[in-house]
């Protein structure tokens, strides 16, 4: 990539303003850029551009989508505060209070002291969605910010890459969609697709390429002939062309197990019309023209995405035999589909109509709501990813409302959707007037009944927090808990936790362990210990995330006390070859569990067997108990955690579920090879009625590469089912 400089960038950005024809104050961008470029003298980026090149692209990005003048001066300073001389105050004092506000919502909490990269990840998250809740804009600058530097990736290390690129995949993306800002959506997707998995990402990209031809030459026969007839009815309307995102085409050839040739969405027109009612006479048209495919329409003006996303979809098939799909909206449905939240600064003064910004930001609201008893940060990071995935399922209840979930959620989630006070008085639910489990996954089209109890004192079961799928209904569940059973919460919490501080040999006299425990509570965000122990007692903190945290600070704690040095050698942690640290065990064989074949990125926990080292298990394997107090030696359970920078290989094996066929055990390990990935053994056996069942056991440096091989052995013909066993055999 050429190195740009920062002066073509600002002329190139000036012109951007000039073409936008809105009356932006370019007194306030200039000074903007003036501060920003003196600010960043000399720092450079790793690329080795200079590193203002960076803030000023973020802000053409801002540009592009339309938004206002507070917005580009905060995008072009938002990294002054962190990483130079000026500060907040400054920035308050030149250009007032707003633009400081947007300038610390975006700002990260790097300069803070944090135990390990998820929870700084999670803080800064946190920090962010409480910025948006004062400003939306927050949100649209972090994005931009984040797409400029997917856009410069490659000049950073291997692991960083593929760290960035998940954490822009689990985060920013699905926010993009949320805000409906498709185009930031789908390349912020593609570019992190192109590291996470760069052999599909290749193979889609070479299809693609191969047809581009007949594709091009197929999509504007089709524009002409919707153009020529629509004319003659006639309806003033503009026809567009589209081709499906790689990462689109990724979830279904690789994720639904489809051919290229069977995704039928992938060729796609574009009908943008006046009026709702030219959508539904274009519709018909449409039909008259072309075979639609049974099943295959979807009404999304009548019942909108939870990202306000309008528009009428239909797949029809072509003369030629070629299935695509078609698109019919609205100009303002168009604005909002390509711009969501960033259509209101950027088409606000060519809107009629009373705008739908409080609308559009109630998801937002909400879900900040869900979020205010989360006391476990990586919780926050863990809902984005369900509760504003992309995919998501349309629900109605008895009377005809229609909720909407991420694909996945159960008949619990649908309970706690509609109101809290259903989901604490749930006792079972009917789909379609059947009695279902009350684990049930709704689908869309179902019509969901909850049944409830009157009975004073009924609430939801514990159990329910490992069944559903929102973080809105099981935040709601923990909620009830920490109301209805604070006292039972706090004593279940403290006992926990003594057990926890005895496992790891934490031992402070009385007045230090108060003062110790007062310091984890503030961390954990919790006002007093008694919210510490109730919130371990409900779930909301979970002890095996932060222990290792905890022990690090009491280390620290006893080295600063001038503890003796055998104390201090007592308690310390080690590292060890296989890339795990043990606490409080020095020079110790590590092993891990054949039960269970823990990777990194899996939560795990150490077991010290006699004469063969410390085991390692997954905290979910069968062969770990639920309450290792109840356990004969519960002693003999210890702490471990991953280290930070693993380059070992893991062995991991999968079961594998097809329908017996010629060639499979070779399409399977040819499908392997083409990744790179080491086949360790491998066997398998037919059963009665003809399927196959297979076990591989695979070379993996990490659970994301582990989810990557599965996704690609779901790609071979005749297989419909890969899981993760324990033996390695």
């Known amino acids: 990539m050429d190195k740009i400089n920062k002066t073509q960038i600002i002329c ?18 200039d000074k903007a850029i003036n501060i920003a470029v003196s600010a960043h003298e000399g720092q450079k980026r790793s690329s080795g551009e200079e590193y203002v090149c960076h803030p000023l692209s973020a802000a053409a ?25 000026v500060g907040l105050d400054e920035i308050t004092k030149e250009f007032g209070k707003d633009v400081a506000a947007l300038v610390d919502g975006v700002t990260k909490l790097s300069k803070l002291p944090f135990s390990t990269k998820e929870e700084q990840q999670a803080e800064n998250v946190r920090k962010m969605l409480l910025a948006m809740a004062q400003d939306i804009r927050v949100i649209i600058i972090k994005l931009a910010d984040r797409l400029h530097n997917m856009r410069t990736i490659e000049s950073l290390p291997e692991q960083k890459r593929r760290d960035k690129a998940k954490e822009t995949m689990d985060i920013y993306a699905p926010l993009a969609h949320r805000l409906g800002i498709r185009a930031v959506k789908e390349e912020l997707e593609d570019r992190s697709l192109r590291i996470l998995d760069p052999v599909a990402y290749r193979e889609i990209e070479e299809a693609l390429a191969l047809r581009e031809g007949e594709r091009n030459t197929f999509i504007e026969n089709i524009k002409q002939r919707i153009t020529e007839k629509l004319k003659s009815i006639p309806i003033e309307c503009f026809v567009a062309g589209r081709i499906k995102s790689i990462t689109g085409i990724y979830r279904k050839m690789y994720i639904q197990s489809r ?7 992938i060729y796609a027109v574009r009908v943008i019309v006046d009026s709702v009612n030219d959508c539904y006479n274009v519709l018909g048209i449409i039909h008259d023209m072309f075979r639609p495919i049974p099943n295959r329409f979807k009404d999304y003006i009548s019942t909108p995405k939870s990202n306000m996303y309008q528009s009428l979809h239909t797949t ?4 030629e035999k070629i299935p695509f799909e078609v698109q019919i909206r609205s100009w303002e449905m168009h ?12 088409y606000k003064l060519g809107i009629q109509r009373k705008d739908k910004m409080e609308e559009r930001l109630a998801w937002i609201r909400q879900f900040i709501e869900n979020q205010k008893d989360v006391d476990d940060a990586e919780d926050i990071v863990r809902s984005i990813k369900t509760d504003l995935s992309s995919d998501d399922v349309f629900v109605f209840t008895p009377k005809g409302d229609v909720i909407t979930l991420p694909v996945g959620a159960t008949v619990i989630d649908f309970a706690y959707a509609i109101h809290s006070a259903v989901g604490n008085r749930m006792i079972g639910a009917k789909v379609d007037g059947r009695i279902v489990p009350i684990d049930y996954e709704v689908k869309t089209g179902e019509i969901v009944e909850v049944l409830t109890t009157s009975a004073q004192g009924h609430g939801p079961s514990r159990d329910w927090l490992n069944i559903v799928k929102t973080g809105e209904a099981r935040n709601k569940i923990r909620s009830w808990f920490k109301k209805e059973c604070r006292e039972e919460n706090i004593e279940q919490g403290e006992s926990e936790l003594q057990r926890e501080f005895s496992r790891n040999g934490i031992q402070l006299p009385e007045e230090k362990m108060k003062e110790f425990l007062t310091s984890q509570a503030k961390k954990q965000h919790c006002k007093t210990t008694d919210d510490f122990y109730a919130a371990i007692g409900y779930g909301g903190i979970i002890l095996s995330r932060i222990m290792a945290r905890i022990k690090d600070d009491y280390l620290r704690l006893i080295k600063s006390e001038n ?6 050698t007592a308690t310390r942690h080690h590292h060890n070859n296989g890339g795990v640290i043990i606490e409080n065990m020095d020079n110790c064989l590590v092993k891990f569990a054949r039960c269970c074949n823990p990777v990194p990125g899996d939560y795990i926990i150490g077991y010290i067997t006699r004469g063969y080292g410390v085991s390692i298990h997954k905290t979910d394997c069968i062969n770990v108990p639920k309450d290792i107090s109840d356990t004969p030696e519960p002693q003999r359970w210890v702490s471990v955690r991953w280290e930070d920078d693993i380059r070992d290989e893991f062995k991991a094996t999968l079961t594998i579920e097809a329908t017996n066929r010629n060639a499979l055990l070779l399409d399977v390990t040819t499908q392997l090879a083409s990744i790179h990935v080491m086949i360790h053994a491998i066997s398998a056996r037919e059963t009665q009625s003809g399927a196959v069942f297979m076990n591989v056991t695979v070379g993996v440096n990490s659970l994301e590469h582990l989810q990557s091989v599965i996704s690609r052995i779901l790609q071979v013909p005749g297989i419909f089912e890969v899981t993760r066993s324990g033996y390695s055999g």
Do not use: Q, R
């Open 12 to 29: 190139d950005l000036k012109s951007l303003i000039d073409k936008s024809g809105k009356p932006y104050d370019m007194d306030v961008i």
């Open 563 to 568: 503890v003796p040095d055998n104390l201090v």
């Open 316 to 319: 029809v098939i072509s003369k």
């Open 335 to 346: 604005y909002t589909a390509e711009y969501g939240i960033a259509a209101h600064w950027k």
């Open 259 to 265: 051919s290229f040739d069977e995704i039928y969405d």
């Open 61 to 85: 990005i801002l540009i592009e989508l339309g938004m206002d003048s507070e917005t580009i001066a905060a995008a072009i300073l938002h990294d002054v505060v962190e990483d130079t001389k």
